[in-house]
């Protein structure tokens, strides 16, 4: 099994900015990017992966999400 993860806490260290940096950049609401950084949110909106796309000029997709294997507990 495979989770989505979103490189919140990397690009705001790379970037240099805090949650509420990025929630004026982006618009997004700074409870969500909490939730978003601490993979406490369970879904993505794709348009939140645009606006920081957008908001840190950001061109490859990987730079923001990557996918983790995870182990499920059953032995395929």
Do not use: F, P
């Amino acid at each position: 099994m495979v989770k989505v993860e979103i490189l919140l806490n990397e690009l705001l260290n790379r970037y240099n900015l805090s949650i509420n940096q990025l929630h004026l950049l982006t618009g997004i609401r700074r409870a969500t990017l909490s939730e978003l950084a601490s993979g406490k949110r369970q879904r993505v909106q794709l348009e939140h992966i645009e606006k920081i796309a957008g908001a840190l000029e950001i061109g490859d997709i990987n730079e923001i999400i990557t996918l983790r294997k995870i182990d499920d507990g059953y032995c395929h």
